[in-house]
């Protein structure tokens, strides 16, 4: 929905995890979210969401008064959970409003 949207409550880091349908291979992650300044992407193939594995940081560029729209290429990747870490802000508080994964 895209009137809907997770804000932090103003500590970092902050995590969000997205269960996905099945053990899925990935191509692409998109995130778009306001206001943060580093975010890193981890990945779980476990059935439940444990044992998270590193997959990607990137720190992000903020323009004022748009939202960010980060792509994350993530060739011949498998997963059955993703976890987002907001690992800083440029602000005290940040939001996440839509994650997209791409792949079959």
Known sequence: NPETFWVTTG????ELIVALPARVKLSKVTVQCCLVRTLRIERSISKEPVDFEHCIEKDLQYTEGELQTEEFPLPDFQAT???FIIKSAFDHFVSVHRVMAEGT
């Open 81 to 83: 959970y993703l976890r």
């Open 11 to 14: 500590m970092f880091p902050q």
